[in-house]
């Protein structure tokens, strides 16, 4: 992939942005002048941001846990090999997948090839949720387990740093 | 080589219970729509937040406020861009089975890695899973050799091939 080096204003926006928008009833305008810069200029290099993709979305980040998401769990599966993009393609378009991913097997102790992390209220609506994509993948699901979270150890925000 | 994006929002420590379907019991129906209808789209334009309360039938005032309200509740951590992780460096999801009676030590060594984002103890065999990213691949290998001299036990590693999700936000109450 190609790496997308941030300019110094973009990663100035970046650094200001990165906690939130301030909610007043004009954001960017108060970002220009703490940038020293229009807000024209600010929303104009978010707009080329996302269309790159340094930007994903904007918007609400909900905290999924406190909403009630309290059940999540990584399921793994193990898929042929010339069907995993197909079948990563599947799972990653279902609405309870946050991620899905092809990771490489590791055998004899790990035969999975794809991950996906399938959310729901409960452990219970998760392992429904595992249930619907065994049924979508059907005979290509040579098998799968989910593995719940017992505990966070840590947890570190991916974060853009200041200095470098 | 990309970096690992992982869920940062979903594993939270446990926060006070909530009675009913979980804490959404507790959102108004407009506050529902704020959270569905703009975790992705939130305008770029010099009003965003009148913008927002034309399309949902109400005022500025009273979506600054909701969403005000929203992040001091901890239903959102904020309002604004999401980043794709960077993708410089090397990075990788790696697995290791630790004994019950290490598992703290064990943990806590880990931890200690500036390297190491995220770690969760998952129920399974395979008991600790952790997130290590580098700026190279040399300092990626270093890092997982440390980690099983330090343990004794072997750490497999599962660098990411290819992401199939983008990341658009997720329907809540569907």
Known sequence: MVDKILDD??????LATQAGLPLVPEPYQQLARELDI????VMQRMQRMLESGIIRRIGAVPNHYTL????N?????DVPDEQVKRCGRLIGDLDFVSHAYHRPRHLPRWRYN???MVHGRDRAEVEQKVDTIAVLLGEHNRAHETLFSKRILKKTGLRFKGER | MAVESHIVEL?????EPVAGQGATAGLTPLEKRLLDEFQNNFPLSPTPFAEMAQCLGTSEEQVLYLLEGLQERGFISRVGPVFKPRQIGASTLAAVSVPAYKLDNIAAYINAF???????ERDHRLNLWFVITTPD???LEQVLAEIENYTGLPVMSLPLVKSFHIDLGFSLWC
């Open chain 1, 73 to 77: 769990g990584m399921s793994v599966w």
């Open chain 2, 11 to 15: 594993l939270l420590p446990p926060v």
């Open chain 1, 38 to 41: 229009t807000a024209d200029e």
């Open chain 1, 68 to 71: 009630g998401f309290r059940g």
């Open chain 1, 9 to 14: 204003l973009n990663r100035r926006i970046v």
């Open chain 1, 114 to 116: 794809l991950f996906a």
């Open chain 2, 114 to 120: 500036d390297e190491v984002n995220h770690n969760y």
């Open chain 2, 137 to 139: 691949q040399e300092r």
